[in-house]
């Protein structure tokens, strides 16, 4: 139960609405219990005195009190589902907001559909349980106490009788529950998973396409809901059986009143008021008792859910900033690697004892064949991943002693992988600078020679970009994540093949325009670009997570080694167009 009090701390900042939706409850059972007793006695009276006026009177009382009982009843309904839907509000964004602070380390295990799963479906199950599990079990408590004081008050013997078979409907529903709690959890599982099936194929719908893999996307989106379905099966069975159970339960204590009331009748001892309050009575328990396996399935249910998110809330990211971290102003770029060493499973080093020194305003290039370690150097410049030994600098100061916001804020990425919003192409180039004018955005397209081709479009920067940016082409998609990043005017240049998906005229213009403005700024380059690399200030040729040679070009090539024999084989391979990304 440790899971459902977690979940009531959210709750906290609601007592107020708790607290009336309690006493709503609380007044809503009130008058629900005043209407047997007042049929109770009107039939005695009735019976006794033959007044029949006195049914009348009763008739308006009782009719009075189900009006009030209808209104209490709102109260409580709304006031519990206001702060269910507050509850589940406040637990979105605190997975969103988690995982929005969690390192690159987490989201590369973390699959995509069970993070979606988890804000949605199993929040969902959790606002239920708070709109109305919650409130049913307290109005099971308060009316199964209630009225077995009021039963025993009016004949003891036969409260006791009737009442004995409630042990019996309790352990029913905790024994169901208990049997629930793992399938329901397996459930949310596999929808999870059915959803990262869905998300992948959508996603990848165009190598679906390309390679004709439509009928086994499909089929193996049909396996996992088949499974999901025999699941479902399987606790509508038990469901199945236990409700009818629960009825036939509810049903003994009526047929012993009936039987052993009846007796008192006949002997004296018993009024046929008392015995039709008896009945009454035990009507109310009815519907909150019959419902008690239901809620015990939604307390099983919320258990799962719950268990599922705590995953996400208590999960420590692998990057943290420290309490006193302190602000960083606009660094000049000086750049060092000081024995550095990480790996992304603490077993196998991805990258080790790398040292260099990147001087304020130097162009380095970083080369190396897939799994060298290149990308991973950059990503560390940035602390999206922190050092397993070793530390990097900042113009002198360990960047793990700087706030998160601060360092990131002086270094602007053009990742390989251009990731862009549903959202105008405006918004998309200001992304990272919120308050950039137009006159900024504009700049930063011409820079990147992406401004005549967005306002010979219908709608110029309003163009709605389609989502992931499908609606642009390769070259176009890196010229507005180029121009993204000049636009937040970094310190620190990072371009991971930024040219990688552009023809030769339009690489000759981004060249010319980074020429220009890479000066002033530290900039690392992970390219095969001949030209690029030729003029680079520094180099590092890495292989296997280590810096076999570094140095500039003329004094690699001078000795022979690796990047010597790479360096030929892009020549081989493409003829260097000698332009210079520096311009003399």
Do not use: C
């Not at 699959?111 to 239920?128: H, K, W």
């Not at 099971?140 to 004081?149: C, D, T």
């Not at 003994?252 to 009936?258: H, M, R, S, Y």
């Not at 900042?394 to 916001?405: K, N």
């Amino acid at each position: 139960m440790r899971v459902i009090f977690r979940l009531t701390i959210f709750t906290k900042k609601y007592w107020g609405w708790l607290l009336l939706a309690f006493l709503a409850l609380v007044a809503s059972a009130g008058f629900n219990l005043i209407i047997p007793r007042m049929m109770g006695d009107a039939i005695d009276t009735a019976l006794s005195s033959g007044e029949r006026s006195f049914l009348f009177v009763a008739a308006g009382i009782i009719i009075g009190a189900g009006l009030l009982r209808g209104v209490a009843e709102f109260g409580n309904r709304f006031l519990a589902e206001a702060v269910s839907q507050k509850v589940a509000y406040d637990i979105r964004n605190a997975i969103f907001n988690q995982l929005q602070r969690l390192s690159f380390a987490y989201h590369d295990q973390a699959q995509t559909g069970q993070l979606m799963s988890r804000a949605t479906v199993d929040v969902e199950a959790i606002r239920m349980f708070f709109g109305m599990g919650l409130i049913g079990i307290l109005q099971l408590v308060i009316m199964l106490v209630a009225i077995s004081v009021i039963l025993l008050v009016l004949n003891w013997q036969l409260a006791l009788l009737t009442l004995a078979f409630m042990p019996a409907i309790a352990w029913r529903a905790v024994t169901v529950s208990a049997r629930l709690r793992p399938m329901w959890l397996r459930i949310q599982e596999l929808m999870a998973a059915l959803g990262t099936i869905l998300e992948e194929s959508l996603t990848g719908i165009r190598v679906v396409k390309a390679f004709s893999r439509q009928k086994e996307e499909g089929q193996k989106f049909a396996d996992q809901a088949k499974v999901l379905y025999d699941e479902h099966i399987s606790i509508a069975r038990i469901q199945a059986f236990n409700m009818p159970l629960m009825a036939f339960l509810i049903a003994l204590p009526t047929a012993v009143i009936l039987w052993y009331g009846g007796r008192q009748v006949m002997d004296g001892t018993l009024t046929v008021g008392e015995v039709t309050q008896f009945i009454l009575y035990v009507g109310l328990l009815v519907m909150p008792v019959r419902r008690l396996g239901f809620m015990a399935n939604m307390v099983s249910r919320t258990f799962s859910s719950g268990q599922r998110i705590f995953e996400i809330l208590d999960v420590e990211s692998a990057v943290k900033e420290k309490p006193d971290a302190i602000e960083l102003g606009r660094v000049e770029g000086l750049v060092s690697f000081e024995n550095v060493g990480f790996s992304y499973d603490a077993v196998s080093p991805t990258v080790s004892n790398i040292n260099f020194t990147a001087q304020p305003g130097e162009l380095v290039a970083l080369l190396g064949g897939s799994g060298s370690g290149k990308s991973t150097v950059a990503s560390l410049v940035s602390r999206f991943y922190d050092v397993t030994g070793g530390r990097i600098t900042l113009d002198g100061t360990d960047i793990r002693d700087v706030t998160l916001a601060s360092l990131r804020n002086n270094i602007g990425i053009s990742q390989q992988d251009i990731f862009l919003f549903s959202n105008s192409i405006k918004n998309n180039i200001a992304y990272g600078a919120v308050g950039a004018t137009m006159e900024q955005i504009e700049a930063a397209s011409k820079a990147a020679h992406l401004h005549e081709f967005i306002v010979g479009l219908p709608d110029g920067y309003e163009t709605w970009v389609g989502e992931r940016g499908l609606t642009l082409s390769g070259g176009e998609k890196q010229r507005l994540a180029i121009a993204r990043t000049l636009l937040i005017n970094p310190g620190v240049l990072i371009l991971d093949d930024s040219m990688s998906s552009v023809d030769a005229e339009t690489e000759t213009l981004i060249r010319q325009a980074l020429a220009r403005l890479i000066v002033g700024r530290t900039t690392f380059i992970i390219t095969h670009r001949l030209p690029i690399i030729k003029n680079a200030d520094l180099i590092l040729m890495l292989d296997q997570g280590q810096i076999i040679e570094m140095g500039k070009h003329d004094e690699l090539m001078a000795r022979g080694g690796l990047y010597y024999n790479t360096f030929q084989s892009q020549l081989l391979t493409a003829a260097g167009t000698g332009d210079n990304l520096i311009e003399e």
